[in-house]
């Protein structure tokens, strides 16, 4: 009795393998269970994808995983696991790549490293920008350029930059006239099969006469800063665009209300390339990132604009202005802040103050007994050495001593029901522009500061966690004028941390929080369909998931199913990387059948549900005949087989002298995958000579039927009739009974034929 029932169980444990690097290893275990049990790989406890390197493939109960071109990295335990309705198992093989003290040393000799990387660079609108390298690396690198960690062809028209390369190992990026979003971060990442490089460097573009605002689109999306900021300024010429006045006419304002001191936030969503330009604008007048207003592109391609701690004078039109070579458009939102249901008597007041100077906030509540409590922004504040806290009758008092940078912000005061006072406090000294609070970014995007100072060549000093940073390929440091910049590249979470920058005796601090990327599997595709319009083929489309810029997949996963089996069972078919159509022909299917096909999204992470395309198809492989018909003699009376032997498993129709035959009492028709067989039973005499004919899709072929005259047969005869006794003289009546009442007849004595008077014949 089996005890696991039909639980999987391992026939035959996988085996330690050892192979040479570069060579295929192939991983396998013979596995039982009933049902057939679900067979996966894994390695570090995620599961491994049959795409790129890895293929899997099933012989019988035999499980293989195959890895090709193994390395180094190869090396290490991979788990079989395997899994059915009624249980599941697991078992570990450990596979060693030799060659790898060579193989590391091969690999550091040759991978791609930076001579000479990227120079940040600041221009003028209109002008060319160029960033060149040197690399080596052998083969040649491959080498891709991106802006804030997009590629360049997803964000900018062709004609407007091109890549090249020089003898000597020289790169070149240049960026044709240069427009105010064109400023960010550029990187350069090289790979060849050894390994990868990768170096960064900052492009500032300056608006220059008569483009002052435009600065304000100039920068860097998730460190939250712009690179320049210009200052509006009075008899300027503008570059000609719709008036606010005008838009509100012809354009739908949505209405938007949120309570006093809380945040309003406006995302527009404009598409375009080149990239658009973008420019927010409150009743006509530009806005400038800043404590309360927050401007940056989110990670879903959204343009944001976010109001901190709402004011009465937030009230207004807020439009969005998106502009191109190619035109522009506007949309634009309504704010109405709700002033709370109770009132300050006395609300608090922006103040402007000096570094080191004390600086004093009072309001005044409606009611002696009423408490309040102070933030500088989301931080709660408590009396001490730095500040001091008074109440008398209705009036509130905060008193912060020996200010600094980082005291410049956003003041609350809090009432028990949620009535809030606010204040900005501007610092005044040596940092013109300081650093935001904190700046959240997610593993392998860049963090960007920037921070302005009031002369230029000061000297000026960057620090993380108290530690002097200094400029590595992953870690940039440049100085524009009165303009200090700090970029990590492709940030991993041990770079969060406080990151300080520091000239003279003033200081400004940022907390950088780098978050671990959610491994989570991508979306499923969506708009799948099947087109069936060319014979024997059908054209599979999709279109990726609409978070899969968030998300991206790195692959596909096809499946098939085989209709009227009665199997559920899924097969896969093939994988794509990028494509997103894919045609199925009928060469591809083991038999012809009508097929049911669904696809799912992949990553290293793992895979989406799946989604099944609308209907079904017929496809037919294409068959090769081989072991082709045979001509058969039969007697007559017998049956007649005759079998073809094709390359795949198709439907055929079978014919006798061009009468198509069916499956009945005479004619026996069989299908066992390749194998097809006629059987005719009881063949006559006028089937002599009769063309059998086999034809299936793009198959046909023929033989002969001759019926063979029936053998003659004797009867059987009795025992009394087969041993005769007479005495001597007397007559004695042999007798026989054949099959064919015309056969001639010989009787004989011993051996030889007696024809001799004595007999007489009938």
């Known amino acids: ?139 040649r690198p491959e080498v891709v350029w991106e802006k804030d960690g997009r590629k360049l062809n997803e964000i900018f028209e062709s004609t407007h930059f091109s890549v090249g390369y020089q003898d000597g190992g020289w790169f070149q990026l240049k960026i044709f006239k240069t427009r105010a979003p064109d400023g960010g971060v550029y990187t350069c990442k090289a790979r060849n ?233 501007a610092v005044k000294g040596t940092i013109l522009r300081k650093l935001p609070r904190k700046v959240d ?17 000061m000297d000026i000093h960057w620090y993380k966690d108290g530690i002097e940073l200094r400029e590595t390929h992953q870690t940039i440091l440049k100085s524009f004028g009165r303009t200090h910049i700090l970029v990590f590249v492709n940030t991993m979470p041990q770079d969060s941390g406080l990151v300080t920058f520091l000239v003279g005796r003033s200081k400004t601090s940022s907390q950088l929080r780098v978050k671990a990327a959610r491994h989570c599997p991508p979306s499923c595709p969506v708009g799948v369909q099947i087109n069936t319009e060319r014979a024997n083929a059908a054209l599979l489309s999709w279109v990726p998931a609409p978070d899969s810029r968030k998300n991206p997949p790195s692959g596909y996963v096809l499946e098939r199913q085989e209709v009227g089996t009665g199997s559920q069972e899924w097969l896969q078919c093939l994988t794509t990387d990028s494509a997103t159509s894919v045609e199925i022909l009928g060469d591809s299917v083991p038999c012809e059948a009508d097929y049911h096909f669904r696809i799912c999204s992949v990553n290293k992470y793992g895979k989406s549900n799946n989604v099944e395309f609308p209907r079904t198809v017929h496809l037919v492989p294409v068959a090769r005949i081989q072991a082709p018909l045979q001509d058969a003699l039969v007697p007559e009376g017998q049956d007649a087989l005759f079998t073809i032997e094709l390359s795949a498993s198709v439907i055929g129709t079978w014919f006798l002298n061009g009468t198509q035959l069916q499956d009945d009492e005479r004619f026996s028709l069989r299908r066992s ?51 005769k006794f007479v005495e001597v003289g007397n007559p004695i009546v042999l007798y026989c009974e054949l099959s064919d009442s015309a056969a001639p007849v010989h009787w004989c004595t011993g051996t030889k034929t007696d024809r001799s008077s004595i007999l007489k014949m009938e």
């Open 673 to 723: 995958r390749t194998h097809q067989s006629l059987r005719i039973r009881g063949v006559r005499d006028t089937d002599n000579g009769a063309e059998i004919t086999f034809i299936a899709y793009g198959i046909r072929d023929s033989a002969a039927l001759y019926i063979q005259a029936p053998l003659v047969k004797f009867s059987p005869l009795s025992e009394m009739d087969r041993n």
């Open 1 to 139: 009795m089996d005890v696991f029932g039909g639980a999987p169980r391992f026939l035959a444990y996988p085996r330690p393998v050892m192979v040479q690097s570069g060579t295929d290893a192939v991983l396998k275990c013979q596995i039982g269970g009933d049902p057939r049990p679900a067979v996966i790989w894994e390695r570090n406890n995620e599961k491994i994808d049959p795409q790129g390197r890895y293929r899997v493939f099933e012989d019988g109960n035999v499980y293989n995983l195959i890895i090709s071109a193994v390395t180094i990295e190869d090396s290490g335990q991979y788990i079989c696991k395997a899994k059915n309705s009624i249980g599941e198992t697991y078992a570990a093989a450990t596979l060693k790549v030799e060659g790898e003290a060579q193989e590391m040393e091969l690999r550091e000799e040759n991978k791609p490293r930076f001579l000479i990387k990227p120079l940040s660079t600041r221009v003028g609108r209109g002008e060319d920008a160029v960033f060149s390298c040197k690399l080596w690396g052998n083969p």
């Open 441 to 457: 970014v997610l593993e392998g995007e860049n963090a960007a500061f920037c921070v302005e100072v009031e002369k230029e060549e």
């Open 193 to 425: 099969e050894f390994g990868e490089a990768l170096a960064g460097a900052v492009l500032l573009v300056d608006a220059g006469p008569g483009h002052d605002e435009e600065g304000n689109r100039n920068g860097y999306t998730n460190g939250h800063w712009k690179v320049h900021q210009g200052k509006q300024r009075t008899g300027r010429q503008a570059p000609p665009r719709l008036k606010d006045d005008a838009m509100t006419k012809s354009t739908k304002v949505k209405m938007f209300a949120v309570t006093e001191g809380k945040h309003a936030k406006f995302r527009c969503f404009v598409t375009g390339k080149p990239k658009p330009e973008i420019i927010w604008r409150k009743d006509g007048r530009l806005i400038l990132s800043g404590r309360r207003y927050l401007l940056y592109e989110d990670r879903e391609g959204y343009f944001t604009l976010k109001v901190l701690y709402c004011k009465q004078k937030d009230n207004g039109v807020y439009v969005c202005a998106a502009s191109n070579t190619a035109g522009q458009t506007l949309s634009a939102v309504h704010l109405s802040v709700k002033e709370p249901p109770v009132r300050f008597k006395q609300p608090l007041y922006d103040l402007e103050v000096w570094e080191r100077d004390l600086a004093v906030l009072e309001c005044e509540v409606p009611e002696d007994s009423v408490p309040i409590t102070w933030y500088l922004e989301d931080r709660r504040l408590q009396p001490g050495a730095k500040y001091g806290m008074e109440e008398w009758g209705t009036k509130r008092r905060l008193t912060i001593r020996d200010i600094g940078v980082d005291d410049d912000g956003i003041y609350l005061c809090e009432m028990p029901d949620g009535g809030r006072s606010i204040a900005e406090v």
